[in-house]
């Protein structure tokens, strides 16, 4: 989602994003450790701090467009506070700036901290926010840079059926359009 905003949307609106907000649930990156669905209410820090590579992934791919960035760790009842300690102590002595969002508990009042956290990165890191392609590139090299930089692929393969179809919208004018590439897990 965050690549599609940032590459279509930020482009055909015409500005430039001060900061991105990473939010990220310990129930999701337990679950990323390897934790059964049916178990992600039990405690598990080993499961969380494997599942942590999936946020880096997402964190990786923010700074990869040049933005500030502020890790919420959105708090649920389930969480407990040894999962919320190991995660906090994961982000800081990686220092990746974080905040603890207690929405759904407190509301507004909940997120206080989160606002004047992401301020605070506005107002202290540099924003050399750039998208994943330029409009003049190809459509084949907008696939291939979204693919190798977001996804992390090593390369991309055109069927002969898809480098026909690229030759095609090049001809009716679409070689400038932005891509909205959708992907399968």
Known sequence: GAEKFLDIKTHQAGFTPSAVVIVATIRALKMHGGVNKKELGEENIEALIKGVSNLEKHIDTIK?????????????????????????????????????????????????????????????????????????????????????????????????????QLKKYKKLGYDNLSVCMAKTQ
């Open 64 to 164: 990869t467009f040049g933005l500030p960035y502020v890790v919420a760790i959105n708090s649920f009842i389930t969480d407990t506070n040894a999962e919320t300690e190991a995660l906090s102590k994961y982000l800081e002595e990686n220092n990746h700036p974080w905040s603890l969002s207690e929405v759904w508990e407190k509301g507004g009042e909940g997120a206080v901290d989160l606002a004047k956290q992401v301020i605070h990165e506005i107002e202290t890191k540099e924003n050399n926010f750039t998208r994943m392609y330029d409009q003049e590139d190809t459509l084949a090299l907008k696939i291939e840079k979204i693919a190798k930089k977001v996804y992390g692929a090593d390369g991309v393969e055109f069927t002969s059926t898809a480098k026909l």
